[in-house]
């Protein structure tokens, strides 16, 4: 079955350093998505994106943060300085239609670590 | 906001028992998923729900879904130790440009051997 995959599987960093989280989402998907989650907190929506844009961002994705399609497969993460309070799980998520009318099919995650 | 809500936050039985999580949101929906979390994992999707549906089964898990009240239910059925992980509902949003789900903040489920 395909498949959503993220790597690193884990990254540590230092406060102020940017980072770039990388997944590649099935292949026929269309909508491609982040989320974030604190440890052993709430699943938090980041972004979702589709034709080659952002389609929604909430309010913790601000300016250091972005996100990039940079070929037919890969979908980014930047975040542009990494605060202590980035430490969380990265996950990206894809669907083949949007999510009034499908699953979204998760990686297992980046965990990033800022000291 | 739409942002569903489990309930209860942490669910411990016997295999073999019976598990019921429930959901609750704030907004009019589209759909309602459920999605299952291992340790360390990321989220699997279970069951999708949409909003004139009233009941869903999946083998082992039985999902409702009661719009007037904005709540659904998760009934596993028969639980097993590998049924031990979180639990999270989420929501879809009946405005334009809706282009994401929301997560509530799960249940946290336990199957004593």
């Known amino acids: 079955e395909p498949e959503v995959t993220q790597t690193p599987s884990h990254q540590v960093t230092q406060m102020g350093q940017e980072v770039i989280l990388r997944c590649v989402p099935i292949?026929?998907?269309?909508?491609f998505y982040w989320y974030r989650q604190i440890l052993g907190q709430k699943v938090e929506f980041l972004v979702s994106?589709?034709?080659?844009?952002?389609?929604?961002k909430s309010e913790i994705f601000d300016d250091q943060f972005s996100v990039e399609r940079p070929d037919g497969s890969n979908f980014t993460l930047k975040i542009r300085s990494t605060k202590l309070e980035d430490s969380a799980m990265y996950f990206c998520?894809?669907?083949?239609?949007?999510?009034?009318?499908?699953?979204?099919?998760f990686g297992n995650g980046t965990r990033l670590t800022v000291t | 906001s739409q942002q569903g809500e489990e309930d209860p936050q942490a669910l411990s039985i016997q295999e073999g028992e019976n598990a019921t999580m429930n959901c609750s949101y704030k907004t009019s929906i589209n759909n309602l998923q459920w999605y299952r979390q291992n340790s360390g994992r990321g989220l699997v999707h279970l069951i999708l729900?949409?909003?004139?549906?009233r009941e869903k089964h999946s083998g082992r898990l039985r999902v409702t879904l009661d719009t007037s009240k904005k709540s659904s239910s998760l009934l596993i059925t028969a639980s097993r130790a590998a049924d031990t992980a979180s639990y999270f509902c989420a929501t879809d949003g009946v405005f334009q440009g809706a282009q994401k789900l929301v997560f509530g903040q799960g249940t946290r489920l336990t199957i004593n051997p």
């Open positions: 292949s026929n998907h269309l909508y």
């Open positions: 994106f589709y034709n080659n844009e952002i389609s929604e």
């Open positions: 729900i949409r909003s004139n549906e």
């Open positions: 998520a894809s669907s083949d239609r949007g999510p009034q009318r499908s699953p979204l099919h």
